[in-house]
């Protein structure tokens, strides 16, 4: 392994630095989705009660989960106006989704900027191939094959680096997409319960 990244040259230890970066980002969200996701049939059942004046505030103030975090910042203000309500729920929506991407562009950045970098290896080798093949005045088809089979591990590793990132970015994103619709069900369900005890 480490003769190919000698053979790739600075361009192959920057692709390795990208995809190091990629790694780390994605292991910590991944932990973070862990402990933010929550039961949201259960937490509802918890901020029920407690807003009836029974058990639960203290759980859902030291849950992680972003609904409890959502479902404890609205029984704070739990005697606030319909529409102060509103704007909270909102705003803590809004702040959760933020958690929730924290990072991510690192992997866009990453899918984007890995092939890029390995084309870019691979015309310099390229360059240098036929520079040295034109100074060297002799021209043989042993030397090209072998010049052009060096100047694509760069494109390779970039490819190699990019394809799984932009899955994984994917991925990622739709679990985003389904925590997003979870909050805005919740704010919702939070709204309609505060009409019904201030009706």
């Known amino acids: 392994m480490l003769d ?5 040259g600075s ?5 390795a630095a990208l995809s190091a970066a990629a790694l780390a980002v994605t292991i910590e969200r991944l932990m973070f989705f862990r402990k933010a996701s929550g039961d949201a049939e259960n937490l509802e059942r918890v901020f029920a009660s407690a807003v009836s004046g029974g ?3 203290g759980e859902l103030q030291s849950s992680p989960a ?12 739990w005697e606030a106006g319909r529409e102060d309500m509103k704007l909270l729920t909102e705003e803590s929506v809004r702040r959760e989704i933020y958690r929730w991407e924290r990072h991510l562009f690192v992997l866009e950045i990453v899918g984007k900027l890995a092939p890029m970098l390995g084309l870019l290896g691979t015309v310099l080798g390229m360059v240098e191939m036929f520079g040295s093949l034109h100074m060297g005045g002799q021209i043989s088809a042993e030397a090209v094959t072998g010049g052009i089979w060096k100047a694509l591990y760069t494109t390779v590793a970039g490819l190699s680096v990019a394809i799984p990132v ?12 389904g925590e997003e619709e979870k909050l805005r069900r919740g704010a919702d369900w939070v709204m309609r319960l505060h009409r019904k005890r201030g009706a």
């Open 11 to 15: 361009i192959m230890w920057a692709i």
């Open 166 to 177: 932009i899955f994984v970015n994917g991925l990622l994103n739709s679990r985003i997409d």
């Open 66 to 77: 972003s609904l409890s975090r959502l479902f404890s910042d609205a029984l704070s203000q």
């Open 55 to 57: 058990h639960g505030r």
């Open 4 to 8: 190919y990244m000698n053979e790739g």
